[in-house]
Every structure is written in C-alpha cells, then in structure tokens.
C-alpha cells in the first residue's frame, strides 16, 4: 500500500474553509508533510474589501506557515485561491473557475461552516446544510474525483445514548427545511426553532447532523468519508505546540482565567471534557482521506475523534498562568469548580459581579468607560505513522494545558515573552491589593461587630482560648511522642 504522502503526490486538493482554525492547519499540513502535492484549490470569497487572495496571502503570512516557509519556500505556488460564495447558488463560481475544478480536482476536504451556537436556523441551514449539498452537486460533476471528505463534530447526534460510526436519519427531510425556509419570514423561523431541533442543544449541532444526511443521500456515487472531532483545540506538536488563533471553545475560558476574570465555573471536577488537538485532527482527516481513496470502500466512512480527557485542568490553568501571567491582568488568576447551584450562584455575585461592579464606578470616576460588567456578563454566558501521527496516548495532557495556555499568550493576545518580569510584577502588585483589601475587612469586621457586642466579644474570646488550648495540646502529645 502507498504512503501517504505518495498518495498526495501529484494530485489535485480542493479545500473549503482554508480561512478558519482548522482549515489553516490542514493547508498548512497538507503542503509540508505532503510537498509533492500538486496544487490546492482554496475557495474563498472576498470579505472586508479584500480580494480571495488577499485573504488568503494574510493566512500564509501568519506565524503558523514559519516552519513551512523554512522548509518550503515556494510553497505559495502550489496554493490557488478561487472567488466563491458558498451560500450562493453554484457557490457563485466563474464559468472558468468551474471547469478547472471539474476537470482537475482529485480530492476534496469540506471544512467550512458556521461554528456559532447560537446561529439562526436560517442561516445555519444556509452555511452548514445548504454550501454542504451545492459542494456534493459540483463534486458529482468531477471526473477524476477520488474522495470526499466531510468534516462533521461529535456532537451532531448527542441526543443519543449510543452513537455508532454511521449516519442517522434526521427527523426532518433537509430538502422539505430548505424549501420551508425559503417563504418563512424570520419571526416564524426563530418560533419553530425549539420545535425543529427538539433535543438538540443548539442550531449548530442540529443542521450538522442534516449536513451528514446530504452528504450520504446526494453523495451516494461518491468515495465519501465524515470525520467528527469533539472539541478542537490547540496544536499539540505540529507545526509547533500550543498553536492557536481565536478565542473559541476553552480558549476563551483560559484567557478569562488568566486575566483573573473568570472566578467560578459550574462543573464538577470529576467531569470530562473532549478536547482533541487541531492537529490530530488534522492527522486523522488526512489520513482517513487517503485510506478512502486507496481502498475505495463501498459504504460511507465515518470517524469519530473523541478523547476522553481534561478532568481537573483549572490546577494546569491557573499555575500556567502563574508563572506565565498575562499582561494588565485584572486579578491574580483563580478559579474555582463547584457544581452546587446555590454555590455558583454566591461565588458568581461575590467573585464576579461585584468586583466588576466596583471596577466600573472606578472607570467612570476616572472618566473612562465602563467595561468590566458587559465582559462578565459575556463570559458567563460562554460556557498511521509518526508524520501523520494520530496516537495520542504519548499525550501528556498537564504538558499539553501549558503549551495551550502559553498559546493564548502568545498567538491570541501576541505578547511577547520578554514581557514576563513586568507581568509578574503585575501580579504581585494584585497579590498585595487583595491582601490590603482583606486586612482592612476584617478590621472593619472588628469595629463593626466584636468591638461593640458583649456576646460578640465572649464568642470572640472563647474560639480565641480554644484554639490556644487545641495548639497547647498538639505542643504537648509532640513532646511525649519524642
């Protein structure tokens, strides 16, 4: 059996998506593991004023292309970005365009869609169901295509107690949602969406889980494979760990941890999250596309890209970002997991929207504008072989939250390391406030109560003598022990 990377040789990739987290990666992947690859058609449209391939030159001119560009230097001519809407009919493709892609195209990888929870069904059905069904038309069109590969999440039937690796048929025909949408206005949409996606927590789940039925029915003559990856999240080696670029999934929550602005999560501590390295999943959809293609298998493939991890990681979070600070941070990083709702609740008011609270009246009187409640109430509102190297038992997962963490540091926000001393500093000086501030508390506790209450002062003195008498005691059984 070939290679992967000699099944890559001389072929002809088109990639959807190529803008987006995961996408990045698999271009940049592709093109330095595969560099025999014969040419990668991008289609992207133009967005902000800029052309498709001005926005894709801002993709490869980023940090995460480095080790390619070292290695690679000409990688850019393998690279063809082409002007296409996906939510438009045809993908709005040039009749040129369109004809390249047909007679060239070997392989596709759909990675495109919107990831937004809380998308309207409109135009979640439009990005994720519809693109996914205009792309499976064309693609039907191709005459040397050899895979089609999906990429789907892992929760797109998280309604079910057992989910095998096959697609499940929807309780809705997608083609019967589409027509329904196109003459519902969009106060009916939003009032039949509960209705529609029934048990499913959101639209986002619910029309990728439409998308994979497109994908099987209209793409029955096609060499389909659907990978699923739960949580995505930062690099773990390639092209460098700890690489990521946005504020999505726990990404957000670590940068609000690190700032000291995220105080409590509801969770249990026992709880498991699947979170999954980009590039694993990178690694799987590559491979997977590759054995598809070589094997030619005759029903649908689908992987599932589950691990079964990060139980614990606030210690990893919050010691990460200890010794690394984040610059200007807000409070000395701290979070604490309670899943006691009463509980949240008071460590919500009292680590959170009071401090914020205060921060505000402060911004204000300094003539500035509050910001500190608005950012609470946003994040509270959040919550093969070894080229292609898929094995994640080597992953040490406490080394992979710090490389994560640092990762947000560095590629989110783009501080530099060399600004350690004066964050450090920083966080020391927050470290002195809060103990000034608890100080002055408990005085202000003493004169308030104990100083001017009899009985206050009598269970003052007792606890006081008890833990004298406790301390006396331990003094005392030390000694006889010797």
């Not at 052309?51 to 393998?78: A, C, H, I, W, Y």
């Not at 990060?310 to 010691?319: C, G």
Request: glycine content about 4%.
């Amino acid at each position: 059996m070939v290679s992967i990377p000699e099944y890559y040789e001389g072929k002809n990739v088109l990639l959807t998506g190529a803008t987006g987290f995961l996408g990045k990666v698999l271009l940049e992947k592709l093109l330095r593991s595969c560099p025999k690859v014969n040419s990668v058609y991008v289609l992207v449209r133009q967005k902000a004023g800029q052309t498709p391939q001005e926005r894709v030159e801002e993709v490869l001119s980023g940090k995460l292309f480095d080790r390619l560009r070292d290695e690679n230097p000409d990688f850019r001519e393998k690279i063809i970005a082409i002007n296409s809407e996906l939510t438009q009919p045809k993908l709005s493709l040039s009749e040129e365009d369109k004809e390249v892609i047909i007679d060239s195209t070997n392989i596709i990888f759909h990675c495109a869609a919107t990831v937004r929870f809380n998308e309207n069904l409109r135009d979640a059905v439009q990005l994720n169901v519809i693109a996914t069904r205009q792309l499976i038309l064309l693609a039907q069109q191709m005459k040397n295509l050899e895979v089609f590969m999906h990429v789907s999440t892992a929760y797109a039937y998280c309604n079910r107690k057992h989910i095998d690796e096959v697609v499940y048929p929807p309780p809705v025909d997608p083609k019967k949602l589409i027509d329904s949408l196109e003459w519902m206005d969009d106060g009916l949409v939003n009032d039949i969406t509960p209705k529609l996606i029934g048990d499913r927590p959101n639209t986002y789940i619910y029309t990728k889980a439409l998308a994979e039925y497109v994908v099987q029915q209209e793409g029955a003559k096609l060499n389909v494979a659907i990978v699923r990856p739960s949580i995505v999240g930062a690099s773990w080696k390639e092209p460098f760990p700890g690489w990521i670029d946005n504020f999505n999934g726990p990404s957000g929550l670590f940068i609000a941890a690190g700032k000291g602005i995220l105080r409590t999560i509801r969770a249990s501590n026992n709880a498991l999250a699947d979170l999954v390295p980009v590039d694993v999943v990178v690694n799987m959809s590559l491979a997977a596309a590759w054995y598809s293609g070589v094997n030619r298998t005759k029903n649908i493939m689908v992987l599932l890209i589950l691990l079964h991890n990060f139980s614990s990681s606030e210690y990893h979070v919050i010691s990460t970002f200890k010794r690394n600070p984040l610059e200007q941070a807000f409070r000395r990083p701290n979070v604490n997991l309670t899943s006691n709702h009463l509980l949240y609740h008071y460590w919500i008011a009292v680590s959170h929207k009071a401090p914020a609270f205060l921060y505000d009246i402060y911004l204000r009187m300094t003539g500035r504008s509050p910001r500190m409640m608005k950012t609470i109430t946003l994040i509270l509102g959040l919550n093969t072989d070894n080229t292609f190297n898929i094995d994640v038992r080597q992953l040490h997962w406490a080394e992979y939250i710090e490389n994560y963490c640092l990762g947000t540091k560095k590629y989110v926000l783009n501080e530099e390391m060399s600004g350690l001393p004066a964050a450090r500093k920083h966080l020391n000086k927050l470290r002195n406030i809060r103990y000034g501030f608890n100080t002055i508390l408990v005085i202000l506790i003493w004169r308030i109560f104990i100083a001017r209450s009899q009985m206050a002062r009598n269970i003052w003195y007792f606890v006081v003598s008890l833990c004298y008498k406790f301390l006396s005691y331990f003094r005392a059984s030390s000694t006889m022990r010797y």
